[in-house]
């Protein structure tokens, strides 16, 4: 094989050295290509150039013969490089296998189903911008019309931030089937948080619930993102705010819960920051933008909306996502 | 100001030819033999892409000149499928661990600045520029 | 600076041209380390070396400039497999420190506290062999005088594992503080690996449960590792073994439960595989070689023989761990 | 079979010493140029290797013979600190990032076979075999 390489490039230089054209520049680049897919080393690549040199031109001075075995010398060290990068390659393909059975086990661990209630259409999205996922999404619902959901975002990314929210569903489990308001749940959270975790890591919550019987919304939130009101009625959208410390910085610290009535086609928005952080060539995204992609869909079922606004949103970041993205629409409908 | 000459890419020759018109306008600049030989690999690698993905288009060389400072631009046009997945193909070691070339990383790398635009079913636009220094 | 490469190659190159001796060329390729620290790629090589080779030998033949000229066109792609090179080993790094914080953050989350028992002493080492530790202690005490302890370890490692094991975690947590034997521990958390978790990750586990009361260990086992028991009285050893199928692979399996009266100076030694199934150059450990280890030093506080232990078995192994290594010794001593 | 002749390094000029004699052997037994290089590479980064961190040490060379095929081994040993974390130093990166050399994975490389036995306090013993193809 290293004869048949020897031949080939003695062939492709003699051609070069009767006419410098272009086309045998191209032709000794592709063969370059196929030396390295081979393995084969610049030192190798100088030495085989020097015994085609030798073939062809016998009576060169003994200065040029040295000069290549100078050279040679010069190589050894790129080889090694070369031969580090292999094993580079090797390893990243490793790393990302293990990382994408890390993301299913996630998917897995962190599964939770979405309530079906009737008279409340629900449509959610979560695309991690990374493999895993930040961002997380929790429901809790109880048999007596009640649909609870986390919107939570962990202030960091990748691993570290996946085994953080694995801590957040414990918690939220452990809660699961009790008839908790928001106040009562980011607190539980908290102190899950703030007692197991790293000082350097902390979680943004919104926890709205909504009920069945009288169609409300009670809703808290731990420095996470406001969501967004939407009145069918008026078209006019508004924050949904409640102050709160995010979660895991104080285990004293206190929440505060607010309720909304909603109306028929009313909508309330929950988002992650990575919605409304996103970044265009001209800056940030405007709210504005957001509201109008809402508006323009309104009529359509949630997740048709949700689908939309991150169709558009992506289109305009160049595919590019800087965070997490999670959006979720409650739309109150007709029964 | 800028001084554009182009080569329609359709076979392989063609390859060659943007090769050699690249190689030319880099040398009248004033670019050395290593930069040349870059700048020529750049335009091979993306004249190549077009010729293997998009089957045909064109690439166009242009000299540039700001603030007293000469370059080139590399064009690389074509109306074929667009790549689905921009992020997948910058990757390191996507194209270039089977030895299948230097990629658009490589051509990156070769140059001073990048650009790519694509529209799935639409085409695909790539700007690279060298700086003479 | 590109001058002053110039000049100094050239330098080298002509006292190398001259004498051709040894201590030329390796001047020359510590030079070469130096190009590439600096990263002068393959290509620039190769075009100083011509720069050079004209300037000492201006009148050599054109057919070897023009050889040097395809052999700058022959390195292009070489000079780019470098530079990935570089890029690589930057991600490389940047994993790196993701990773670091990951096993921080798992270190945290998978926490748990020794029993103070009086009359028991615990020794307890628990050592990954990758960065994150697919083994598992976790103890559950109660104001009874119950010592609980839990040895898991997943089939599996990295990052999946250490994913499946925080689940692990919060089951055992909801089962924190009430008195619950190790057929009742080892059913709750088959349920729970079992509804939760990916098809192909099981987990093996031990659970012992200690009563000061009146000095008796009941244990039970899903698949994994038998327990070794040392008689004090008379040298020897026995093991503990209990039937379980693996955590995970049906939500019907059933756990047996035995229990064994301890005397003053009996050991309980529990373990994962990654003790008894170290590799040496002569094969697998054998188990006499670990009840040797143990001997030598039974009568040292539990810490210390646990610590002999690791010594001496990674000694054997040549510091290559090729699995978690966890040993536990619960030792009991007069109140 | 085996033929030896070794070196003692304690100054840089042994580490030129130790190249010489391993490349002088390398060419007696038929080894190309390249291979010559890369032995001699081997031979002074662990000559190298020797000097910088135990000060001093021995560089030794045996021809090889094993079934009428012939190989070269090289021998360096030190009674130097030890080397704690072996898995830290074959690891890539470890040492050539800062382009201080091969290191101890770019020996491996350049060789077939390679063995590393060190104690903690009593020294490091390694050895590497190249065969003749
Ligand atoms: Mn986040
Ligand atoms: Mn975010
Ligand atoms: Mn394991
Ligand atoms: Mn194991």
Redesign the interface.
Same mark, same amino acid.
């Given at each position: 094989m290293v004869h048949k390489i020897e031949n080939q490039y003695k062939e492709i230089?003699n051609q070069?050295?009767q006419r410098?054209s272009?086309?045998n520049?191209?032709v000794?680049?592709n063969?370059?290509?196929?030396?390295?897919?081979?393995n084969i080393? !610049?030192?190798?690549?100088?030495?085989v150039?020097?015994a085609a040199?030798q073939e062809i031109?016998k009576d060169? !001075?003994d200065?040029?013969w040295?000069?290549f075995?100078?050279?040679?010398?010069?190589?050894?060290?790129?080889g090694?490089?070369?031969?580090?990068?292999q094993?580079?390659?090797q390893?990243?393909?490793e790393?990302r296998v293990?990382?994408d059975?890390?993301a299913?086990?996630?998917e897995?661990?962190l599964?939770t189903s979405l309530p079906v209630l009737e008279g409340l259409d629900i449509g959610l999205l979560s695309i991690p911008a990374k493999k895993m996922n930040g961002d997380y999404i929790y429901f809790i619902s109880d048999a007596d019309g009640h649909a609870g959901i986390a919107v939570a975002d962990v202030i960091g990314k990748?691993? !570290?931030a996946?085994?953080?929210m694995?801590?957040v569903k414990?918690g939220m489990?452990?809660l699961n089937n009790s008839p908790a308001t928001p106040k009562e749940v980011l607190g539980v959270i908290n102190r899950v948080v703030e007692k197991?975790?790293?000082d350097s890591?902390f979680v943004s919550m919104f926890y709205g619930r909504y009920d069945a019987d009288n169609g409300t919304l009670t809703y808290g939130s731990a420095g996470h993102e406001p969501a967004i009101l939407y009145r069918a009625k008026t078209a006019e959208f508004s924050e949904l705010y409640a102050k709160g410390l995010l979660l895991g910085v104080s285990p004293a610290a206190v929440y505060e819960e607010h309720t909304v009535q909603l109306e028929q086609n009313d909508m309330v928005v929950m988002m992650t920051d990575g919605v409304t952080e996103g970044r265009t060539d001209e800056g940030f995204i405007e709210r504005e933008v957001l509201f109008q992609l809402i508006e323009e869909k309104k009529d359509e079922p949630a997740q048709a909306i949700v689908q939309h606004v991150y169709d558009e949103l992506e289109r305009m970041q160049?595919?590019?996502l800087h965070d997490d993205f999670t959006l979720v629409i409650y739309k109150k409908v007709s029964m | 100001m800028s001084n554009q000459s182009s080569v329609e890419i359709l076979t392989e020759w063609d390859i060659v030819a943007a090769r050699q018109l690249g190689r030319n306008v880099a040398k009248e600049l004033g670019f050395g033999t290593v930069d040349q030989a870059r700048i020529t690999t750049a335009i091979s690698e993306l004249a190549r892409n077009i010729y293997l993905y998009a089957g045909q288009g064109r690439i166009e060389i242009q000299q540039l000149s700001e603030n007293g400072i000469k370059g080139i631009l590399i064009i690389a046009a074509d109306q074929g499928p667009g790549i689905p997945d921009i992020r997948k193909v910058m990757e390191d070691g996507f194209s270039t661990s089977g030895g299948l070339g230097a990629g658009l990383p490589g051509v990156k790398r070769l140059m001073d600045e990048f650009k790519i635009d694509t529209i799935p079913g639409e085409g695909t636009d790539i700007r690279a520029t060298k700086w003479l220094r």
């Open positions: 230089l070069y050295m410098q272009e086309q520049l191209y000794g680049q063969f370059s290509r196929q030396l390295i897919s081979e080393s !610049p030192e190798e690549v100088i030495s150039h020097k040199m031109y060169l !001075p200065v040029v040295h000069s075995d100078f050279l040679i010398e010069m190589m050894i060290n790129y090694l490089a070369l031969q580090e990068r094993s580079l390659l390893r990243q393909e790393i293990e990382m059975l890390a299913n086990v996630q897995t661990l599964k990748g691993l !570290p996946a085994l953080c694995s801590m414990f489990d452990s197991s975790i790293d890591m160049n595919a590019q | -």
